[in-house]
């Protein structure tokens, strides 16, 4: 098995171990919170928790409708989320495990220094539309369940992953109490004290999911509590200092006191012994420009996208310099450069491109955004889920929600044939 330094260890987005064994009694919630309406997104958060699906379902053998992806979830999804799986759990009588992942932004509540999940709808001056670690952790301790293992690439100081500060009054980072956990739940938090949750910038992930999914790529999913407590904090602690001019982060470990077993506990009951390639498919290739934009999706075909503006005059950009252009039009999007992030993306859509067609809805739909749209936005996105952009699907139905629900009604259910979540949820409200 390849090292942690090597070449082929770093693509653990494109080399996953697959197992031949179904695990057919643990049930996982990912919510990775990156697009945030109020605050700056965290980078690479959405690639978090979309790779971590896929080393649950392909490495650990969890069945994909026992896993349950909530990206850039409402504080309203992020409880949903919480609740289905203990009520899964329920029904299990206690012979079900569970893992929960979280990748975003934490805050501090500076008065009685208490930790915070962020949803993409809050902000952080105002703890109400948060999820308190306190709440949550007392709600997994209540669930019918043995083994749940909790994930947070989140640091809870009042820092982003950039190392600056989210907007408080007072600026400076805050040391968080340490809330207690049920004798069922072990928590692995990404950075203790009043440290920052990096980014790994070069691999696309936050430093501390990254090795968490380092690890099970090295052990095929077959790795202890105990073996990847040793293995994330040592490798993280190394590399933040290397990568971040000398600043810490230190992985934690939280458990009860009457947990002593915690470090025996197994992902995978046996090592995955087989590797695919996956493809990255975020980043499409230009397709060809077709004349027709938008299809009424339940009686035509899904129709190759074209950019919103509808330019199919432009010359042809080589796939790579559009993928190029996407990137770039993220990374300006994060860093809150909308004129660039515009003008990049744009591009890209006039040939085309699925992915960039989706960011500019969600540029024009950011209320932030002085050329704030929602018409436009409307366009964009229902470019991008004519090229089969799932996501997309599911924010055009969010478009028309309110105003022409039979439409919103034709893409949720689009959306919730190829499992998404939240769209499967607001098909249940509208019957």
Known sequence: MFGAGTAQAQSVDTKIAVNSQTDDKTFVVIISNENYKHEESVPFARNDGEVFKVYCQKTLGIPEDHIRFAPDATLGEMNYAIYWLGNILKAY???????????????????????YLLPVDGFCQSVEGALSTKTLYKRLGEMNSQKIILFLDA???????????????????????????????VVFSAAQGDETAYPFKSQKHGLFTYYVLDKMQQSGGCTTLGELSDYVTQNVKRKAVVENNGKSQTPTIIASSGNNSWRDWRFAASAAKKFEDRVVTNDQPAAKPSPALVVNPETEPMAQPQSAENATSKPLISSAALSELVLEGKKAMRAMDYQKAQKCLSQAAEQGHVEANYQLGLLYSNSNFDGYDKEKATKYFTAAANGNHMEAMYQTGMMYLGTDNATAKIWFRKAAEGGHVQAIKQLSRLR
């Open 93 to 115: 009588d206690g012979e079900a495990k569970a893992i929960v992942y979280y990748s975003g932004h934490g805050m501090p509540d500076e008065e009685g220094k208490d930790a």
């Open 155 to 185: 640091c809870f100081s009042g820092a982003k992953r950039d190392g600056k500060m989210l907007a408080s009054s007072r600026g400076v980072a805050i040391k968080v109490k340490v809330d207690p956990v049920g004798d069922n739940t």
